[in-house]
T-cell receptor, first 111, second 114 residues
């Protein structure tokens, strides 16, 4: 059975800390891995990763994929309270079929 | 503006009543999806549709029904057979090309059944 596993499920850090969120997957015919940030409503797109070893960056956020070991990490440096959210990892396989989502990591950043 | 709209934002119903959640998109996406989100559960797929007049069950389809009569619209009915309907419901649509895949979400409907 295909699955996506995120860890940790929840995390509390202080402002300024650096965090690493993990996502491992077991799917056949992998195409891409996506990261989303969800605050109170709809998830918003962060990154899509298709190739191993190529880091994607957006400000203080970065992500990388390892297709050999079947995992991805999402790094957030110099965390701010506005980074508090649920971070969702999802995997696309076989194209245009539903994404398979992990349960998410709830990040809380305290001042 | 292009996007996905869901209505209503909040919905309250009595147990035993069917309720229909609206989802409309003007992104010209072929595929549309319904997810349910409960605390600590991530997103669970209810139904999806890849083309008009066709849809497939997801992981938790029991107690739900959908229709896809138009490309832009994918309404979800929560029937009285759904045992725990109180949840946050997200609609999404997607587009795929040879080298990219993007899935966009609506703002969600929070359903409370008492």
């Amino acid at each position: 059975e295909d699955k996506v596993v995120q860890s940790p499920l929840s995390l509390v850090v202080h402002e300024g800390d650096t965090v690493t969120l993990n996502c491992s997957y077991e799917v056949t015919n992998f195409r891409s891995l996506l990261w989303y940030k969800q605050e109170k409503k709809a998830p918003t797109f962060l990154f899509m990763l298709t190739s191993s070893g190529i880091e994607k960056k957006s400000g203080r956020l970065s992500s990388i994929l390892d297709k050999k070991e079947l995992f991805s990490i999402l790094n957030i440096t110099a965390t701010q309270t506005g980074d508090s959210a649920v971070y969702l990892c999802a995997v696309d396989y076989l194209g245009n079929t539903p994404l398979v989502f992990g349960k998410g990591t709830r990040l809380s950043v305290i001042a | 503006d292009g996007g996905i709209t869901q209505s209503p934002k909040y919905l309250f119903r009595k147990e035993g009543q069917n309720v229909t959640l609206s989802c409309e998109q003007n992104l010209n996406h072929d595929a549309m999806y319904w997810y349910r989100q409960d605390p600590g559960q991530g997103l669970r797929l209810i139904y999806y549709s890849q083309i008009v007049n066709d849809f497939q069950k997801g992981d938790i389809a029991e107690g739900y029904s959908v229709s896809r009569e138009k490309k832009e619209s994918f309404p979800l009915t929560v029937t009285s057979a759904q045992k725990n309907p109180t949840a946050f419901y997200l609609c999404a649509s997607s587009i795929q090309s040879t080298d990219t895949y993007e899935q966009y979400f609506g703002p969600g409907t929070r359903l409370t059944v008492t």
